[in-house]
């Protein structure tokens, strides 16, 4: 990792260094999962940095569309070439200025999370002339798998509860501005394995087929979600899936049909899979200090930098390794941040080699949910600097700056 130790040293800690070539063999290895007829959305939250999204977008046939959430990430992959017809809107709580926005650049398919949205969407579609084409996002009632984040099965903000959706079937045809055209799902992340994850699609393929029936209708567009994985700040390979391919072709010809000559579009979606493994961040060593029998090392990144939601229990906690070989691991230490608060902890009582102030700590498996999930804003220190390599080339060096923008009053 001498790489990305002397990229340190040139431009600073804390940095990511992020790998297109990385990028595009995840790209590849799960284009080579799917059956050929299933498009792939990235999710942009998992990180929305301009090259990356070009990276996910290019690709000769098997490019990724965009799975997006907000203004921000609608400007950010607009910019990185993603067409309106490639995006899909999800979220429970699209305000009428987003809507607007997202119809006015040519966004067409909103994930639909209640019969309100449906509504609001409609209202903003009809105010521009246009018909959006809705999937409604279904909170299945039972789930088959296990992960380590779970969104469906519970009360929830997301989604239609399965078991009321016939319910409001009137309601969700006669919506004007609007054009109900199948349904989404997104049951889990980071599914623990590839059973797991087959059995949620299966699950989730035979759901979909209970509703298009229930509903008397035929989707032409359903989107079955992901929980494709990766280690996330561990050492470890990004798991390469051998099984899933056939497993959902079986799937989609008991459920549809008619997937394979494109009569319903079937999608899946991924963030950290596809961005994961080509991030490293390295944070630099500020002081070492021990407290009743317990050592800190201090860096000069923590949640600010990295994993800041964990502690809203969105993202499992961090765990923390060195990635150098061949150092012996001398010493057992917490590793925290700058941040004036104890919950700025990357790792706790972990094994460490010996380290002294101006050592760098390279902590691999992290480029999804780094910078975008994190308290940038947070006491005001700055961004960690983003440097983006194609294996030995270096290809740009960027750093996130926020300013403030006043609408009324004076800058003094
Ligand atoms: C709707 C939706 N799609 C995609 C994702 C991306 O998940 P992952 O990064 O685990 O692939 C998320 C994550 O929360 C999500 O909520």
């Not at 050929?36 to 690709?59: I, W």
Request: with cysteine.
């Amino acid at each position: 990792m001498t790489g990305h130790t002397d990229l340190a040293k040139r431009f600073g800690t804390p940095c990511y260094v992020y790998d297109l070539d990385r990028i595009a063999a995840a790209r590849g290895d799960l284009f080579d999962a799917l059956p050929e007829q299933v498009e792939l959305f990235y999710a942009a939250k998992a990180n929305p940095h301009p090259e990356l999204l070009r990276e996910l977008r290019s690709g000769r046939g098997r490019h990724c569309r965009a799975e997006i959430s907000s203004t921000g990430e609608l400007a950010a992959v607009l910019a990185a070439g993603y067409p309106g017809a490639d995006i899909l809107y999800t979220g429970p709580g699209k305000t009428d200025g987003e809507l607007t926005e997202a119809l006015a650049a040519g966004v067409r398919h909103f994930s639909v999370e209640s019969l309100g949205d449906l509504r609001n969407i409609g209202a903003a579609a009809t105010r521009l002339g246009v018909v959006a084409r809705c999937l409604l996002r279904v909170n299945s009632a039972g789930a088959s798998a296990t992960s380590s984040i779970r969104m469906t099965g519970v009360p929830s903000q997301f989604g239609f509860d399965s078991e009321t959706l016939p319910e409001v079937r009137e309601q969700l045809f006669d919506v004007p501005g609007t054009e109900v055209v199948g349904a989404h799902f997104f049951p889990l992340s980071n599914a623990k394995d590839e059973a797991s994850l087959i059995g949620e699609f299966r699950h989730t393929i035979g759901t979909a087929a209970r509703v298009q029936a229930e509903l008397g209708t035929r989707f032409r567009f359903v989107d079955i979600g992901g929980g494709f994985s990766v280690p996330y700040a561990v050492r470890g390979p990004r798991p390469v899936y051998r099984e899933l391919r056939a497993a959902l072709a079986e799937a989609l010809d008991e459920s549809f049909p008619g997937w394979r000559s494109g009569e319903v579009r079937i999608a899946v979606e991924s963030g950290r899979y596809l961005v994961g493994d080509s991030g490293t961040l390295v944070v630099g060593v500020v002081n070492l200090k021990e407290s009743r029998g317990r050592r800190f090392v201090i860096l000069d990144g923590g949640i600010n930098t990295f994993g800041g939601m964990s502690g809203l229990g969105r993202i499992m906690p961090v765990s923390v390794r060195l990635d150098e070989e061949g150092i012996p691991l001398a010493q057992i230490a917490s590793l925290v941040g700058p941040l004036c608060t104890p919950g700025d902890v990357l790792g706790r009582d972990i094994e460490l080699p010996a380290l002294a102030p101006g050592d760098v700590v390279s902590i691999p498996n992290a480029g999804a949910y780094g910078p975008t999930a994190s308290l940038l804003m947070f006491l005001g220190r700055p961004a960690p600097t983003e440097i983006l390599v194609r294996g030995e080339e270096l290809v740009s060096v960027s750093r996130i700056e926020h300013h403030r923008a006043y609408q009324l009053g004076e800058q003094l």
